[in-house]
């Protein structure tokens, strides 16, 4: 299987910071990783696909880059309503993973 | 739009089967463009891909659970189903159907989630 390790595991941030989450996988996946958001009692919602293309709906202050073993999250300006779990996925080959996962909490 | 809703007893006893079903509307179970799958989420922890199916039946599991789990589906019910054997409280989670867009392996759209409780 392939391991996806996210950092941080959490994170405190403060209304209109840039915020930036990390996820290495133990092998290259090209850029065949997605990116979800998941606020308490609630499904994920998908907000990166395919490591940088922008799921329809999301805002633009959300971005992705990377290919082969490292990638990253950024929110360029944190909104209210960004505060929420933020989960890595590699979908270059099943099983599918995903990372630990990151909470990005009010400073 | 898709819709997808789960349902099934949210009380398992230990030892005995897990079965869920998730009702797919919106859209349909033999389009080419989705896998149809099951994630799982442990009270207060992560996300863990259950497993998923194609149209063509073809179907691809957790290895960590590919001895207890039976994914399937019925096309004219326009459901999923999930069958999960010899479950123990580790299996307790708030079970979710999902919906893989198949071009990039990435859920596009979810279940609400039911929460499953195995106890005696």
């Known amino acids: 299987d392939i391991q996806m390790t996210q950092s941080p595991s959490s994170v405190s941030a403060s209304v209109g910071d840039r915020v930036t989450i990390t996820c290495r996988a133990s092998q290259g996946i090209s850029n065949w990783v997605a990116w979800y958001q998941q606020k308490p009692g609630k499904a994920p919602n998908l907000l990166i696909y395919?490591?940088?293309s922008l799921q329809s709906g999301v805002p633009s202050r959300f971005s992705g880059s990377g290919s082969g073993t490292d990638f990253t999250l950024t929110i360029s300006s944190l909104q209210p309503e960004d505060f929420a779990t933020y989960y890595c996925?590699?979908?270059?080959?099943?099983?599918?993973?995903f990372g630990g996962g990151t909470k990005v909490e009010i400073k | 739009q898709l819709q997808l809703q789960e349902s099934g007893p949210g009380l398992v006893k230990p030892s005995e089967t897990l079965s869920l079903t998730c009702t797919v509307s919106?859209?349909?179970?033999?389009?080419?463009?989705?896998?149809w799958g099951w994630i799982r989420q442990p009270p207060g922890k992560g996300l863990e891909w259950i497993g998923c199916?194609?149209?063509?039946?073809?179907?691809y599991y957790s290895p960590s659970l590919k001895s207890r789990v039976t994914i399937s589906k019925d096309t004219s019910k326009s459901q999923i189903s999930l069958k999960l054997n010899s479950v123990t409280a580790a299996d307790t989670a708030v079970y979710y159907c999902a919906s893989l867009r198949k071009a990039v392996t990435a859920v596009d759209y979810w279940g609400q989630g039911i929460l499953v409780t195995v106890s005696s």
């Open positions: 996925q590699q979908a270059n080959i099943f099983p599918l993973t």
């Open positions: 919106g859209g349909s179970i033999g389009s080419t463009t989705y896998y």
């Open positions: 199916i194609y149209y063509t039946g073809s179907t």
């Open positions: 395919a490591a940088s």
